[in-house]
């Protein structure tokens, strides 16, 4: 059983930036996502990168904004988050896949609590 851990949200004014943060526990590096679930809408992704951290990919709507990070060696990702619009809000998850990275929902195998990200226009 993998477990994270989410933290960083918050609220912040649009053109304002944040950044999310994402420990699992495990010794094996795991690709990583975060998703997003905007108030009253589903989950949408909105990034991801391999175990390695070789391979990045990010959904149109936060390319040039958002950058997906990790810790060399560990399961710790990151989201940095520029230019922060209205329709940035939403419960951001962090999520593991234990095969190589994908921008599919469905195949990830663990995912955390979610964090809020709140942007006041």
């Known amino acids: 059983q993998v477990q994270l851990v989410e933290s960083g949200g918050g609220l912040v004014q649009a053109g304002g930036s944040l950044r999310l943060s994402c420990a699992a526990s495990g010794r094996a590096l795991y690709a990583m996502g975060w998703f997003r679930q905007p108030p009253g809408k589903e989950r949408e992704f909105v990034a991801s990168?391999?175990?390695?951290?070789?391979?990045?990919y990010y959904a149109d709507s936060v390319k040039g904004r958002f950058t997906i990070s990790r810790a060399n060696g560990k399961n710790t990702v990151y989201l940095q988050m520029n230019s922060l619009q209205h329709e940035d809000t939403a419960v951001y998850y962090c999520?593991?896949?234990?095969?190589?990275?994908?921008?599919?929902?469905?195949?990830?195998?663990?995912w955390g609590q979610g964090t809020q990200v709140t942007v006041s226009s």
């Open positions: 999520a593991v896949r234990q095969l190589g990275t994908s921008i599919l929902q469905s195949d990830y195998n663990y």
């Open positions: 990168i391999s175990g390695t951290g070789g391979s990045r």
